[in-house]
């Protein structure tokens, strides 16, 4: 058993056992096995793991081992793989199981007019459109509330120099009860717009 433990040299000894504990007494409820061994890794996703030291129980049986490597991939996936999932985010319940659809997206100034590329977050809840200055960034720079808006219109205005030779089907509006927000599709292709419309769409019939 001890070779087997050495899976786990980054596991402080009270995590590892209070874990397994966890673990067993969720698993000996009726519920189905895969939601057994995914409560207790929740119990555990506000302990920095990769940030402690220390030594294994060598007493663990096999059925202990196969429950902790559950609690330590779902931790490491919901870590390493979700950069938004942090308190910066705006609004209840606006974790990544919640995204729909993020990318970058001209959006034009509200005073002076100009166009300033941004990273777009869209989340079916609770029905934000969030910008940040780039996809690293976890600092919200605004929200865009999709209760406050009941449809999205293709763009009206017009593209000065040096966007005049886009296609006006690259860009699409969303007017809501303070302003009309103007888009165009970062990559200045229609396909991209018209992913971001039925995105955006879907929200707004859902909301």
Not at 21 to 50: A, F, M, W
Not at 155 to 161: A, E, I, V
Request: neutral net charge.
């Amino acid at each position: 058993m001890r070779d087997n433990l050495s899976e786990f040299p980054h596991l402080d000894k009270e995590l590892l056992n209070a874990a397994i504990k966890e673990g067993i007494k969720k698993s000996r409820n009726s519920r189905p096995y895969s939601t057994r061994v995914s409560q207790p890794c929740i119990v555990k996703l506000d302990t920095p793991i990769h940030a402690l030291n220390g030594r294994t129980d060598s007493s663990l049986s096999v059925r202990h081992l196969e429950i902790l490597k559950q609690c330590v991939g779902i931790y490491q996936h919901h870590e390493l793989s979700h950069p938004f999932s942090s308190s910066s985010a705006v609004g209840n319940n606006s974790g990544p199981q919640y995204q729909t659809h993020e990318g970058d997206l001209g959006n034009r100034g509200h005073l002076l007019k100009q166009w300033k590329e941004r990273w777009f977050v869209l989340d079916f809840v609770p029905h934000e459109h969030r910008y940040y200055d780039n996809s690293d960034d976890q600092t919200v720079k605004g929200v865009i509330l999709l209760a406050d808006t009941v449809e999205i219109l293709p763009y009206d205005g017009s593209f000065l120099n040096p966007l005049r030779r886009f296609d006006s089907r690259v860009g699409f509006e969303l007017p809501t009860n303070r302003r009309i927000y103007n888009f165009i599709a970062a990559t200045a292709t229609v396909k991209d717009a018209q992913s971001w419309i039925e995105k955006i769409k879907s929200c707004l019939l859902d909301s």
